[in-house]
């Protein structure tokens, strides 16, 4: 019985073992150095784009999602937001709002979109809520800490620079004003430094 | 073939197979996910790690690179949809049916947006709905219509001649951990292809 034997182009079959064996290698590293290299590098992520829209250290209530003012891919319409680019390189950052309704939440971000904190709106809780964003390497070398409320939780950032995002879902069109009043009223602001 | 003939092909295929494999793998598993990062149910598609700080390359790669800001998913799971129940790419030119079973979620949204994340320009300028704004039937169901023309009840207008990408958020702690056991406590709700035109 005759084996089958497939038959390749001539020019395909010039191409040697070791060849492939080299190129799988590189491949394997060209992959693992484009996965990791995307969130760092890649131009696309939700920081870049707020970045000029958002001042540092400030709470912004963003326009209201529409085709024409949309800022982000997929951010649902039926909700507004608020936002704030932290920065923490001279301080700490004191964030406050309000969190009313189900679906509210409060989250902090990296630039590259991990959520490293999330406060969602629970009932049989208030809805005022207040917390102090400190870097997370204050706490080991400054030794003199900043003033900080003790009514205020402290959240560690694992980075610098970030997103606070205040999202409201809004439960009909009568209650966009009340809404968009209690979005208004989140505020990211510097914790005043130590004297 | 002289050795000038062959080096150059074994050269040619190098680079073809090296940065071409690399790159291509890398954004199909980025764009796409596989069992590694994704879950599926029915035609619903959800990054299981999304959001957290412990997310695998991954997910982090397609949360920068697609400009999204996640909910970690302890605690809300965003499930993502371009075709119908039975496989059909969703579509403008169709209308689909989808009937919300929510009774014990604590909150969710379905929003619907055009292939690449954009809301879809419409003149009701309605693009979601979400636990606290749909229409429910006596039964405690809501069943919301996509269509391109104007329905009764829940109408989810999807414009015309473009793809459609629906975006299905579950915020329910006790979910979000259910699923990291079991995919998800309760059947997602199917996406039936009413009719195309």
Same mark, same amino acid.
């Given at each position: ?12 079959? %010039? ?54 003012? %949309? ?38 971000? $990296? ?9 969602? +709106? ?49 439960? &009909? ?23 | 073939?002289?050795?000038?003939? !062959? ?11 090296? #940065? ?17 990062? $994704?879950? $599926? ?17 991954? $997910? ?19 499930? @993502?949809? !371009? ?8 579509? !403008? ?16 949204? #379905?929003? +619907? ?29 809501? @069943? ?13 207008? #999807? &414009? &015309? ?17 259910? !699923? ?10 199917? #996406? ?6």
């Amino acid at each position: 019985m005759k084996a089958t034997i497939l038959k390749l182009p001539r020019w395909m079959r %010039q191409i040697g073992w070791r060849t492939v064996v080299g190129a799988a290698l590189l491949a394997g590293i060209v992959h693992i150095t484009a996965t990791l290299a995307v969130p760092l590098l890649g131009p696309g992520n939700a920081f870049r784009k707020l970045q000029d829209t958002l001042p540092a250290n400030q709470m912004v209530f963003l326009p209201p999602p529409t085709p024409t003012t %949309q800022l982000l891919p997929f951010v649902a319409a039926d909700a507004l937001y608020a936002a704030c680019r932290f920065d923490l390189a001279s301080g700490s950052l004191t964030v406050s709002a309000v969190l009313s309704d189900p679906g509210w939440t409060l989250s902090l971000h $990296t630039p590259q979109g991990d959520n490293f904190y999330v406060m969602p +709106a629970q009932q049989l809780r208030r809805s005022e809520v207040s917390f102090v964003v400190t870097p997370a390497s204050e706490r080991l070398v400054d030794f003199g800490p900043r003033r900080v409320s003790g009514d205020d939780s402290q959240i560690e950032s694992p980075v610098t620079q970030g997103l606070v995002l205040l999202r409201a879902p809004l439960r &009909g069109l009568a209650w966009r004003a009340e809404t968009e009043a209690k979005l208004r009223r989140a505020s990211c602001t510097p914790v005043a430094p130590k004297r | 073939m002289n050795i000038v003939g !062959s080096f150059l092909i074994n050269v040619a295929a190098f680079l073809v197979l090296a #940065i071409g494999g690399g790159l291509g793998t890398a954004w199909y598993m980025m764009d796409t996910g596989s069992r590694l990062s $994704t879950r $599926t149910l029915g035609p619903w598609v959800t990054w299981t790690t999304a959001g957290r700080p412990d997310a695998d390359p991954y $997910t982090r790669a397609h949360t920068s690179r697609n400009a999204l800001l996640p909910i970690s998913s302890t605690l809300e799971l965003t499930y @993502v949809a !371009s075709t119908d129940s039975n496989g059909g790419r969703l579509h !403008s030119a169709c209308e689909y049916a989808i009937v919300m079973e929510d009774p014990e979620i604590a909150w969710w949204g #379905i929003a +619907a947006f055009d292939g690449r994340g954009n809301l879809i320009t419409n003149t009701a300028e309605r693009h979601a709905f979400n636990s606290e704004t749909v229409m429910r039937e006596p039964n405690g169901h809501a @069943v919301i219509t996509l269509a391109r023309d104007a329905r009764a009840g829940n109408w989810l207008p #999807i &414009g &015309g001649g473009s793809r459609i990408t629906l975006v299905l958020t579950v915020q329910d702690a006790a979910w979000a951990a259910a !699923s990291v056991e079991r995919g998800a406590p309760k059947p997602l709700p199917e #996406i039936q292809r009413v009719a195309c035109r």
